[in-house]
């Protein structure tokens, strides 16, 4: 009788433990969602024109007029596209009138090893206007370094605004750049990532599947169990 109650007091515990991690998920689903609703209107929105457009925030349309500094531009290794290994290529922007510039990523480029790539050919020299949308600079990157060249995981934020690091003041917030007719076939623009929903629904039904398993499997099995020690007369 005692591991009976053992057993259904276990059954009890991991079905609210699955439908708390459900939930969990599914409430993680939610805020996705409403995040991405608020992105998707606020990339729909009027593009701000730098320099002088105010206060960058995350997922606004910018137009920068300026030159790409392809002096202190760095690499992002580890990237893919269309199942090809590559790399992107994170450039800053120096706009008229202002001693603050934005890093831009340019695009993708493919490289067999998702780091090495060379960069003397992807030059974009003059002034040009782009147009792109605005992500916060992430906080950290990791750097690689291979023969004296340093690539980073992602763009190096802390590293890039702590001073001394770099030449000049740069936005709290980078940008991706869009494809527009002129621009060169390499890099490749990709522009901004798609605004999907995320695994968290998909989770969320794996753990209520989970609940409904324990439970009926641990009525399957009591009941079981009670019809095999039944005394028959």
């Known amino acids: 009788m005692r591991s009976r109650w053992l057993f259904i007091g276990l059954v009890i515990a991991a079905v609210l433990?699955?439908?708390?991690?459900?939930?969990?998920?599914?409430?993680?689903?939610?805020?996705?969602?409403?995040?991405?609703?608020?992105?998707s209107v606020a990339r729909a929105g009027e593009p701000r024109v730098y320099p002088g457009g105010g206060y960058l925030a995350p997922d606004v349309p910018v137009?920068?007029?300026?030159?790409?500094?392809?002096?202190h531009e760095f690499?992002?290794?580890?990237?893919?596209?269309d199942g090809a290994?590559?790399?992107?290529?994170?450039?800053?922007?120096?706009?008229?009138?202002?001693?603050?510039?934005?890093?831009?990523?340019?695009?993708?480029?493919?490289?067999?090893?998702?780091?090495?790539?060379?960069?003397?050919?992807?030059r974009e020299e003059g002034s040009r206007t782009i147009r792109g949308i605005a992500f916060p600079l992430p906080v950290d990157g990791v750097p690689i370094v291979r023969n004296g060249d340093t690539t980073?995981?992602?763009?190096?934020?802390?590293?890039?605004?702590?001073?001394?690091?770099?030449?000049?003041?740069?936005?709290?917030?980078?940008l991706w750049q869009e494809k527009e007719s002129g621009t060169p076939g390499l890099p490749i623009r990709l522009g901004a990532p798609g605004l999907g929903a995320g695994p968290h629904l998909s989770y969320a039904i794996q753990w209520f599947a989970f609940a409904v398993i324990f439970a009926?499997?641990?009525?399957?099995?009591?009941?079981?169990?009670?019809q095999g020690t039944e005394v028959v007369p």
Not at 26 to 35: E, I, N, P
Not at 63 to 71: I, K, S, Y
Not at 75 to 81: A, F, K
Not at 219 to 224: D, G, M, P, Q, W
């Open 17 to 39: 433990v699955c439908t708390r991690l459900g939930l969990w998920q599914l409430g993680r689903h939610f805020t996705r969602r409403s995040a991405n609703g608020l992105a």
């Open 63 to 71: 137009v920068a007029t300026g030159r790409f500094d392809h002096d």
């Open 75 to 81: 690499v992002l290794q580890g990237r893919s596209h």
């Open 85 to 122: 290994p590559g790399v992107e290529i994170a450039t800053p922007f120096r706009m008229e009138g202002t001693d603050t510039a934005l890093i831009v990523i340019r695009g993708f480029v493919p490289s067999a090893d998702a780091m090495t790539v060379d960069r003397k050919e992807l």
């Open 152 to 174: 980073w995981s992602r763009i190096p934020g802390t590293w890039i605004q702590t001073p001394g690091n770099f030449p000049y003041p740069v936005y709290p917030f980078a």
């Open 216 to 226: 009926v499997g641990g009525v399957a099995y009591l009941r079981k169990k009670g």
